[in-house]
């Protein structure tokens, strides 16, 4: 005979057992009386065995029935299981997440530790590329997520903001410490390459200033924060950049921050996936932890 029966019914027959009462266990599950002696009477019938015996003071199992019991018990056990793996668990093969440089290089790392050590299966493949690229990676599903220092508005994506972020002048020694902003004019500057969100955040600032980018006397065009931190320690010239990215330099006395009159740029780090489409529990997780990790002044708690 084929074995045929469903959940409901493997739940009245446990909870009939635990409550040593086929009225109790009712009860509990909020069903008629009737029902649950139906699901019984339906499990033997299936199970070609008595599980159940009524008596006079209650009731009492069969050697069949505890046999049984063991058997729902370790298949309530796996539907637990089953549960907590589909709320956490992360599908096979990696997850892609497009950063542009600075969040690569200064803010993933952590997050991703953090998620390795809540759930060791998971994996990350890190595309690095400028905020624009990368955007655009998550909106043609070449990425699941991205980190990047612009919002780029578009009726398919969902940019949440994450981290707060300064950005400053740096420059080598020999350069004053405090400027007034129509002095940038004259100074050499290193700048970040088109569709930089530091580029982009910069311009920005500077334009509500009456700056704009010719204005600015450009010695070279970088398109990674390394060696605009080399080029500026080498002595080349000036340059903006994260305040995320300079700590252990300025520590050193590589170079300095160069305080300028009346400029202050400040931008956010946002998370970005698309909105049609469902965002995978791996990319959820690292949208989590940012949100738990950073502060609204970006540093990690």
């Known amino acids: ?4 029966y469903d959940i409901k019914q493997l739940k009245s027959f446990l909870e009939v057992l635990n409550e040593n009462s086929f009225t109790r266990a009712s009860r509990k599950l909020r069903v008629g009386q009737a029902t649950v002696s139906h699901h019984i009477g339906q499990l033997e019938k299936v199970l070609g065995v008595k599980l159940i015996n009524r ?9 069949e029935g505890k046999i049984f019991r063991a058997y729902c018990e370790s298949v309530f056990r796996d539907i637990e299981a089953l549960k907590e793996e589909m709320a956490a668990g992360a599908p096979a093969g990696l997850t892609t997440v497009a950063a542009s440089t600075i969040p690569s290089a200064y803010l993933l790392p952590g997050v991703l530790a953090d998620a390795r050590k809540k759930f060791p299966g998971i994996a990350y493949r890190l595309a690095v590329a400028d905020s624009r690229e990368a955007v655009g990676m998550v909106k043609e599903g070449l990425a ?16 949440t903001p994450v981290c707060r972020d300064e950005i400053v002048l740096i420059a080598p020694r020999g350069f ?3 400027v007034k902003i129509r002095e940038l004019a004259s100074m050499p500057f290193i700048i970040r390459e088109q569709g930089s969100g530091t580029r982009r955040t910069c311009e920005e600032a500077l334009a509500g200033h009456g700056i704009v980018p010719s204005a600015l006397q450009t010695v070279m065009e ?7 931190k080399e080029s500026v320690a080498a002595g ?4 903006f950049i994260s ?3 300079i700590a252990r330099e300025v520590k050193a ?16 780090f946002f998370f970005v996936h698309s909105g049609i489409r469902h965002l995978q529990r791996p990319a959820a997780l690292l949208l989590e932890l940012f949100i738990e990790s950073y502060s609204a002044g970006g540093s990690k708690s």
């Open 144 to 159: 699941e997520a991205g980190i990047v220092g612009t919002e780029y508005r578009h009726p398919s994506l969902v940019f």
């Open 176 to 178: 004053p410490a405090h």
């Open 222 to 228: 970088c398109s990674t924060t390394e060696a605009i």
């Open 236 to 239: 080349l010239g000036v340059s």
């Open 243 to 245: 305040r995320l990215a």
């Open 253 to 268: 006395r590589a170079f300095h921050v160069i305080d300028v009159e009346e400029l202050k740029i400040e931008r956010s």
């Open 55 to 63: 008596t006079a003071h209650g009731i009492t199992v069969t050697g």
């Open 1 to 4: 005979m084929e074995f045929n």
